[in-house]
């Protein structure tokens, strides 16, 4: 398989730019190129580029308020984006897809540690059904292209992200980079920093180029129908990753937990041992510490062109 081969959707965004340092001679897309919502573009964009291989990661992504307000935007564009690649990639004949699930899609009712054969037991959470659903469909069509048309189509589900090329929006982005801005706000506007909680809840956090590393692996050694949990099972307070931040960002400020505001449940594991019995190993994540002080700089350097960060008051 040579790099050039392969076509990564998604190609501007925070896990598209870590594959750009994995396989940078590979063909990296976003929506300013097709717009995937289109069966239409999906077909230039497969004849244009003649892939053998995909990576697909183009989706419609937001946090929890964005997904809450925008449930129909949520199903419609994965559901579209998601059938347009898969299908186009199956008249093209393209040899192999990877396609990225989340573990929010699992049930909200649901035995931990999170195990792939439970995606479809139940509904997933309230806050991002459609999302969810959108998703858990992308499973359905890549294991019926497979059994009909005998598509080597496989999904792979990662827990939380973070890295560079994040999305900071203070309305609309994760746990990490959301801390991150907020923090850097309070220093320069000398506030103290309102996080929602008490910071207990434990979760896992994966390194965007971490999982850019798995991706190519996947291509290398996973063909099965089933999806592949490929998240870093690592957990860490969110209280603590506060601290790590506030120390990277120099921010001596106060930190107060706003404990009227919801927690979250206090843990979420995920289990990744089907990722490791393919001969993945525990030591080949990044240390968490050195890739959040990492993601940290980064975000620092970039402000004001990051995304989420170019009309953010630092009055
Ligand atoms: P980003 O939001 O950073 O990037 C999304 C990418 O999708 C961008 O390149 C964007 O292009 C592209 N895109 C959006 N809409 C369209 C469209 N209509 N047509 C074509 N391309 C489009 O996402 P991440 O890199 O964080 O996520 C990558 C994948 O990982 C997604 O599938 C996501 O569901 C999954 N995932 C992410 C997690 C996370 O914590 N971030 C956790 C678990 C799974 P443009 O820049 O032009 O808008």
Request: aromatic share 10%; charged share 20%.
């Amino acid at each position: 398989m040579n790099q050039n081969e392969i076509l990564v959707t998604g190609g501007s965004g925070m896990v598209g730019h870590a594959l750009k340092r994995v396989i940078p001679e590979a063909i990296f897309v976003s929506s300013k190129d097709y717009d995937l919502r289109s069966h239409f573009e999906a077909e230039i964009m497969f004849a244009t580029h003649a892939p053998k291989y995909v990576i697909h990661l183009a989706a419609k992504v937001g946090g929890i308020k964005a997904n809450m307000e925008k449930l129909g935007d949520f199903y419609r564009d994965n559901a579209l984006i998601n059938t347009n690649v898969l299908e186009s990639a199956r008249r093209f004949r393209v040899r192999k897809v990877v396609s990225l699930l989340s573990t929010c899609i699992y049930p909200n009712e649901v035995v931990y540690p999170l195990t792939e054969d439970q995606i479809h037991n139940g509904p997933p959470h309230q806050s991002n059904y459609a999302y969810a659903y959108a998703k858990r469909m992308l499973d359905i069509q890549s294991r019926a292209y497979r059994e009909q048309y005998g598509c080597n189509f496989v999904t792979a589900v990662p827990n939380n992200l973070f890295g560079e090329n994040d999305n900071y929006d203070l309305n609309d982005s994760h746990v990490i980079p959301a801390i991150m801005h907020k923090m850097y706000l309070a220093k320069q506007n000398g506030q103290r920093v309102v996080l929602w909680g008490d910071g207990s809840p434990l979760r896992e956090f994966t390194y965007s180029l971490d999982l850019a590393n798995i991706l190519l692996f996947l291509m290398e050694h996973y063909d099965k129908p089933e999806p592949i949990n490929i998240g870093n099972t690592g957990e860490y307070a969110i209280l603590d990753i506060a601290q790590l931040i506030a120390s990277r960002l120099d921010y001596n400020g106060e930190i107060v937990w706003d404990t009227t505001k919801p927690a979250g449940q206090l843990r979420k594991p995920s289990d990744n041992s089907r990722l490791h019995s393919l001969g993945w190993r525990p030591e080949m994540y990044t240390d968490f510490k050195d890739s959040l002080s990492s993601a940290c700089d980064w975000f620092v350097e970039n402000y004001g062109t990051a995304r989420g960060t170019e009309n953010a008051n630092t009055q």
